[in-house]
């Protein structure tokens, strides 16, 4: 395999410019309630009201507004069933170009559903890992179109990178900024914006500790696979990618490890106390800040990226009609 | 009793003045998913972002801060559950005043634990509304507190209406403002302050049909109590007060009824697709829109206030922690 070139904050500019007539900038929020909670002040940016309800418009739009007009004829292609798989669809509509979607057949109805609402051709498999990346291939290779990576890839990257560059330019004063970690993109690439700011300006990825490859390889220095993960944070099971990997590490990004039951509390408090509907990888980072143990963040002006709102409410909240 | 004067366009931009230091400016927001459920442009103004979560700060801040520092000083009193009383605490509290909050001895514990955590007194009693305002009364004749009605009071109406003083503020080309109605203090406050823009601009009360007081009454020109109301929307179940009564029948505003599977179905876009929680009372003027069986708002510039976003989650979501 070739070492593959490392995005830059030159890259997460270029980006904020090329997908910014077709994402939305993002409002920062405040809560005196959390505030108070956390003892530091909290700013909330919220990816939550993105376009597809999360950051992965940004990475995707990027990705596929980079294309030649020659590849971009022959289409995308990505094998997922969450925000991405939505991300890409959109994408590929704005840009006027077909988009596959490989799903596992188990998907949740509401999830196919958004996929195909957006005109994406949705290609069902059996729900294994193997034979999605097989029939991602596939359809490629029939197809010609350009498989995107939900994480391990540059243009990806520099797209989540947007996010945090946008953020630091509505609060130029922040000290500290948390994103969520699964593959890693929201994260390294909100720590290339960051570079910007030098030492001024912490960067901590949050993970849940049932799902902690990333804090095992940034550890040990070697990638580490995400075997079993059991979190709530459903969007955060998946292994840390090679780019996101070598940007972390160069970088030196501390991770903090967050407990199943500090998860749910800390959505609930964004729900109730902010009045935000966060997915529960959201509330990951916001843990990190408000159940902060080691009192480390006291005083600070802290930014958290609230990266996505897509919880299927159905069976939680509205199949019991609230109760009448 | 006496013929008490109304409150006019003039007290609502009074009002606005009065408690711009204590209030949030909440934003507005849009959805294109509901904007292509409706066939209408759909503007939503965040009360739920409010200050205790709810407009109800707006009406409480503007008639104790209304108060003469010699009535002020002796306090001020209510019976509550709901928003009005912790408006009334926070209020009372940014004043530096004493607040007595009348609450049933079976009203959650979550509701007292926020009205005392603004530093109100709670008095508790059993749990009809006679109880209530005996209580009330002799808590009033004690300490010499004045009483802030939730609604039926001109100083609360005028501040409820600011809400919409903003919104119109905001988004000057409203064609149609839509508010929920319960006790009738947000609705008649809303038609005051839209009185400015003349026929341009129409009002029109949500209502749900479980409890139809408001709409009884303004067809039949007599004021009519609400009776055993059967709605989910815990916050309009209050019969319309005899102030709303006057001002909505003096300008004419129309109410529309609202069912309750269109209040949940609406509840639930919102959390879902605007990311932004509410309570179900805000769900009916969204219901209106968006259900608009008769197609009257087709292509128009829609104004909803988003009333609340006090919800006790704990029960209905989280109690399942998520299904893990």
């Known amino acids: 395999m070739s070492e593959r070139l490392l995005p830059t904050l030159a890259d997460v500019r270029t980006a904020a410019r090329r997908i910014a007539p077709h994402v939305h900038r993002t409002p920062v929020m405040r ?26 418009m940004r990475g995707a739009t990027n990705a596929i507004f980079s294309l030649s007009d020659a590849d971009a004829s022959r ?42 609402g957006y005109g994406a ?16 291939a596939e359809v490629v290779e029939a197809t010609g179109a350009t498989a ?31 994103t969520p970690l699964g593959g890693g993109g929201l994260l390294s690439g909100t720590t290339l914006a960051a570079s910007s700011q030098g030492s001024a300006l912490r960067v901590l990825g949050a993970e849940p500790a049932g799902a902690d490859d990333a804090h095992r390889s940034l550890t040990s220095g070697v990638r580490q696979p995400c075997l079993n993960p ?27 490890l967050v407990e199943e039951d500090a998860i749910v509390d800390a959505m609930r408090l964004v729900w109730e106390r902010v009045k935000l509907v966060i997915e529960p990888s959201s509330a990951v980072p916001v843990a990190t800040a408000i159940f902060d143990h080691g009192a480390e963040l006291r005083g600070a002006r802290v930014g958290i ?20």
Chains 1, 2 share one sequence.
């Open 31 to 56: 809560s005196r309630a959390l505030d108070a909670i956390a003892g530091a002040s909290l700013y909330f940016k919220c990816e939550n009201l993105q376009r597809v309800g999360a950051f992965k």
């Open 75 to 116: 289409g995308v292609a990505t094998h997922s069933s969450g925000n991405h798989a939505q991300a890409v669809a959109l994408a590929a509509k704005l840009r006027g170009i077909d988009a596959h979607v490989v799903m596992p057949e188990n998907a949740p109805a509401v999830k196919r559903a958004a996929v195909a």
């Open 121 to 136: 051709r949705i290609v069902t498999c059996v729900s294994t890992l193997a034979a999605r990346e097989q029939t991602l």
């Open 148 to 178: 995107i990576h939900p994480y391990d890839d540059a243009l990806v990257i520099a797209g989540q990178g947007t996010a945090a560059l946008e953020f630091l330019e509505q609060e130029p004063e922040l000290e500290v900024l948390i």
């Open 230 to 256: 059991e979190t709530v944070a459903d969007g955060l099971r998946t292994s840390l990618g090679e780019l996101p990997f070598r940007i972390l590490r160069e970088h030196e990004v501390e991770v903090r």
């Open 305 to 324: 990226v609230l990266s996505g709102g897509n919880v299927d409410l159905g069976a939680l909240l509205f199949g019991s009609r609230l109760g009448t």
